[in-house]
């Protein structure tokens, strides 16, 4: 979401007469888009605005604006604590953007937080860099489910989707532009449409996959007690929805899903994940997790491991619990010990490390179909790009042109594979 806006906040700058600068020295404005989604992030933040208060002292008319969550979330606050930053703007203001740049340029400090749920900024399209392949295009905006420990309805507001009109005038606008994979962005797809009369979101990724140019589609995050059978059964039907799904657990014990506040059981989950192996044998599964939630015993943590063995993710994210502002979870009482979640959370990676390099290895030998996305970072000789089940792979090329490349999987390294071109394909 952030990545979406942070693209969006260049378009309105370029339109505003302001371009990329290729250094820190060299620019005239810097722009924090900010995450607070735990608490590290929002630290992290008070101490760039250290480094870019020292950067503003040498030049003046230097400006620093800091938008997004913790802007939302923060507020006046920014401004007490770092006070030279020039703007502060929530979630729903990117819109006004380049007027609070010119009032800034006239010394004018700028507070915008409005939240109203009219504030969207779909009309505004994101900055695509030239040649780009994918792209993120949201569908919605906001949540309406109050996780215990989740802050995102809270600094990005209640739930609004996008008109699926709107959606699809996008997709084929990219796809006129060259792209060729669409991911498709909200905090609960799932739900994509029941509050405004929209079509289902099954639907709408029918009418995306009609889009002739488009060969992959992807989506993120779905919530699995909203993952319905429609669009499990949709793996079976439309080939182009690429067989990868992101899927948080956040937690393996009943117990401690029903405190987070989430709404299914460890038993719904493997029903779903069973469903769609069933319908697309060889889909890739990634998660979130969260460990040492408040009340969080050994047992819990082990459920935990136990579904992790079961489903054999390819990837995920886990953290340990951080407690964030006006979240339920922060007024909970029973702590875990930061010792223990800590060991907790590196149980958890390992075990995850374990499962990655598994799943990785099983691909040593096979052809897959490589999006290409540039030259690989490791060796500039070498290009880089993603498999349908989301894996990155950094191969030699061929002397072929095309976005998608067929590639000979000859390793596996911690994270990705390594492999050779081996024919065209599109
Ligand atoms: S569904 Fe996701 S974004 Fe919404 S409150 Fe829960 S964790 Fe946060």
């Not at 605005?49 to 938008?67: E, F």
């Not at 909203?226 to 499990?232: A, E, K, Q, V, Y």
Request: net charge neutral; with cysteine; proline share 5%.
């Amino acid at each position: 979401m952030n990545a979406v806006d942070s693209a969006r906040m260049l378009t309105l700058m370029s339109s505003a007469d302001y371009l990329a600068a290729p250094s820190l020295e060299e620019a005239d404005l810097v722009l924090l888009n900010t995450c607070s989604i735990r608490e590290k992030a929002d630290q992290k933040i008070y101490s760039d605005l250290g480094t870019l208060r020292r950067w503003k002292q040498r030049r003046p008319g230097r400006l620093v604006g800091v938008g997004g969550c913790l802007a939302q979330q923060d507020g006046e606050e920014v401004r007490k604590r770092a006070p030279h930053v020039d703007i502060v703007f929530g979630t729903h203001n990117i819109g006004t953007l380049p007027e609070m740049v010119r009032r800034a340029e006239r010394r004018l400090p700028t507070l915008a937080l409005g939240m109203d749920e009219e504030m969207t900024h779909w009309d505004v399209v994101p900055h695509l860099p030239a040649g780009a392949v994918s792209a993120m295009v949201a569908i919605m905006q906001g949540c309406d489910n109050f996780c215990a420990y989740c802050v995102v309805p809270l600094v990005r507001g209640r739930e609004v989707s996008r008109p699926a009109g709107d959606i699809l005038s996008e997709v084929r606008a990219l796809a006129g532009r060259g792209v060729v994979e669409v991911v498709l962005l909200g905090q609960n797809v799932n739900s994509y449409g029941k509050k405004e009369g929209e079509i289902p979101f099954p639907e709408l990724l029918r009418r995306i996959s009609a889009v002739e140019q488009i060969k992959r589609i992807r989506f993120i995050t779905s919530h699995p007690r909203d993952l319905d059978d429609r669009t499990i059964r949709l793996f079976d039907e439309i080939e182009t929805l690429c067989p990868h799904v992101h899927l948080p657990l956040q937690s393996g014990s009943d117990r401690v899903l029903e405190a987070m506040g989430r709404g299914y059981t460890r038993g719904e989950y493997l029903a779903k994940v069973g469903a769609l192996r069933h319908l697309r044998p060889g889909i890739a599964f990634s998660s979130d997790f969260i460990v040492g939630f408040p009340g969080e015993t050994e047992d819990d943590f082990r459920e935990t491991l136990s579904v992790m063995g079961e489903v054999r993710f390819d990837s995920s994210f886990s953290f340990r619990f951080s407690p964030r502002p006006g979240t339920r979870a922060s007024e909970m009482k029973e702590k875990v010990d930061p010792q223990e979640a800590a060991d907790r959370l590196r149980r958890l990676q390992e075990l995850q490390a374990m499962h990655t390099r598994e799943r990785l290895t099983a691909q040593v030998g096979r052809e897959v179909l490589v999006l290409v996305e540039g030259a690989s970072a490791r060796d500039p000789g070498m290009r880089c790009g993603r498999t349908a089940c989301n894996k990155t792979v950094n191969f030699t090329p061929g002397n072929i042109d095309g976005a998608l490349r067929s590639v000979l999987v000859t390793g596996a390294g911690t994270h990705s594979l390594v492999g050779e071109e081996r024919s065209a394909n599109a």
